[in-house]
Every structure is written in structure tokens, then in C-alpha cells.
């Protein structure tokens, strides 16, 4: 079983940033593919980015496209999520997903997930 622990959300005006981290944890590790997903009040749940092992390939939604990026530190087993420029429609709850197979999707097939961290940005 794999474990994934978000930290780093927090209250943060408009314009102002944030760093979220995960960390995974469990029987041998490793997923190609870790993203991060968000989920508003009343929306679904939806992908916001993703990253490769070796850190080569990343995707990110178009709307945070130029103010988020996402990198890991597999030495570490964390992967993060670094949110610059922050919106009000940033507003949600971020969750860290990973995935069993390999090598995976960037946009779908998560198995595993966090509990989440709450981002709220005030405008």
C-alpha cells in the first residue's frame, strides 16, 4: 500500500503564493506518473499537473499554465506543487495522486491519493 501525505495549503490573497508538498510512502515505491488534482466547492474533481520520474515531462490544465509548477525529488519520495500568482478560482482542495502501472498517464488512471490540503485564495 502506498501512502501520500499533502502538506503547505493555506489562506493566501490574490497574488500571492504557496508551495504544496506530497510525500509518498510504502511498499516500494514508484510511480512514473505523480500529479496533483483539485476539486472545488460543487465542481469536480480536476487534474491540475503532472510530472515524470526522471522529471523531464510535465503537464499542466491550461488555466494554471505560467504560474504553477510541478517537480520531485525522488530521493526524497516528494513531489511538489509550486503555485505562484494565485487566483480566487484557485480555491479548492488539492490532492497528490500516483499510479501502480508503469508507465502510466499524465492525465488519468491514479490509484493512490491524499487526504488533501485546503488552498483558499482571497481576492
Known amino acids: 500500500q502506498v501512502q501520500l501525505v499533502e502538506s503547505g495549503g493555506g489562506l493566501v490573497q490574490a497574488g500571492g503564493s504557496l508551495r504544496l508538498s506530497c510525500v509518498a510512502s510504502g511498499r516500494t515505491f514508484s510511480s512514473n506518473f505523480m500529479g496533483w488534482f483539485r476539486q472545488a466547492p460543487g465542481k469536480e474533481r480536476e487534474f491540475v499537473a503532472s510530472v515524470n520520474w526522471i522529471g523531464g515531462l510535465t503537464y499542466y490544465t491550461d488555466s494554471v499554465k505560467g504560474r504553477f509548477t510541478i517537480s520531485r525529488d525522488n530521493a526524497k519520495n516528494t513531489v511538489y506543487l509550486q503555485m505562484n500568482s494565485l487566483k480566487p478560482e484557485d480555491t479548492a482542495v488539492y490532492y497528490c495522486?500516483?499510479?501502480?502501472?508503469?508507465?502510466?498517464?499524465?492525465?488519468?488512471?491514479?490509484?493512490?491519493w491524499g487526504q488533501g490540503t485546503q488552498v483558499t485564495v482571497s481576492s
Open positions: 495522486a500516483a499510479q501502480r502501472s508503469w508507465p502510466g498517464s499524465a492525465y488519468a488512471g491514479y490509484d493512490y
